[in-house]
């Protein structure tokens, strides 16, 4: 079945390190999303990407950056990573031709900084 | 932007009863509101969705209502079963537009057998 990949899945680091966060997907699908998830706080919107072109920050954006390698790939960085980055973080796509509306999540990966 | 408040932020719920999750919402062109369900561990799904050209939409036990004029929607779950336990989140998309949700914080329903 077609399907969102996220790798790893589950990470820990240090403070002040760098890390990245990997999606692949096999929808054939051109939007491309990264969330975090806190407890009590929902999902907040880090990146979304249309296509290879085009990204755009979301909400809350400041100390994450992102990569579209590819229609099927996005990437998440973290380039200084510290404690309050501390979550589950997933990343999600859609698909313009089919509306665009209905958001598919992968597995999710969850980090932890120390 | 977009905010949306969602509540309660627990529910428990005996086996069969009915369970009601509320949300509001503040940018009036919002035009899409799904409901996704996040079970222990795994991945948020969507469970059901409704446009705002529609007032209601059922799909077996669970519906969702919309009210535009008042801004807001909820989601009803009859007949409740333990699996049903979960986290459950409200969306709108944002402006209006087809790409961007706003999600709210989420409700953790359990129900007790």
């Known amino acids: 079945d077609a399907d969102v990949t996220q790798t790893p899945r589950n990470r820990i680091t240090k403070t002040g390190k760098r890390i990245m966060l990997e999606c692949s997907q096999t929808?054939?699908?051109?939007?491309m999303y990264w969330y975090r998830q806190d407890p009590g706080l929902g999902l907040r919107l880090i990146y979304y990407?249309?296509?290879?072109?085009?990204?755009n920050k979301g909400e809350i954006s400041d100390g994450y950056s992102v990569s579209r390698q590819a229609q099927a790939k996005f990437s998440l960085s973290l380039e200084s990573a510290i404690p309050n980055q501390t979550a589950l973080y997933f990343c999600?796509?859609?698909?313009?031709?089919?509306?665009?509306?209905?958001?598919?999540f992968g597995p999710g990966t969850r980090l932890t900084v120390t | 932007g977009e905010n949306v408040e969602q509540h309660p932020s627990t529910l428990s719920v005996q086996e069969g009863d009915s369970a009601v999750i509320k949300c509001t919402y503040s940018?009036?062109?919002?035009?899409?509101f799904p409901w996704y369900k996040q079970e222990l561990g795994k991945r948020p799904q969507l469970i059901i969705d409704?446009?705002?050209?529609?007032g209601e939409k059922k799909d077996q036990r669970i519906a969702v209502t919309l009210n535009k004029t008042a801004k807001h929607f909820s989601l009803h779950i009859t007949e409740t079963q333990p699996e049903d336990s979960a986290v459950y989140f409200c969306?709108?998309?944002?402006?209006?537009?087809?790409?961007?949700?706003?999600f709210g914080k989420g409700t953790l329903l359990t129900v007790n057998p």
């Open positions: 990407s249309f296509d290879v072109k085009d990204i």
């Open positions: 929808k054939g699908h051109d939007r």
């Open positions: 409704i446009r705002s050209n529609v």
């Open positions: 999600a796509t859609s698909d313009l031709g089919t509306g665009g509306y209905e958001q598919y």
């Open positions: 969306a709108a998309s944002e402006g209006g537009s087809n790409y961007k949700l706003t």
């Open positions: 940018d009036s062109a919002s035009n899409y």
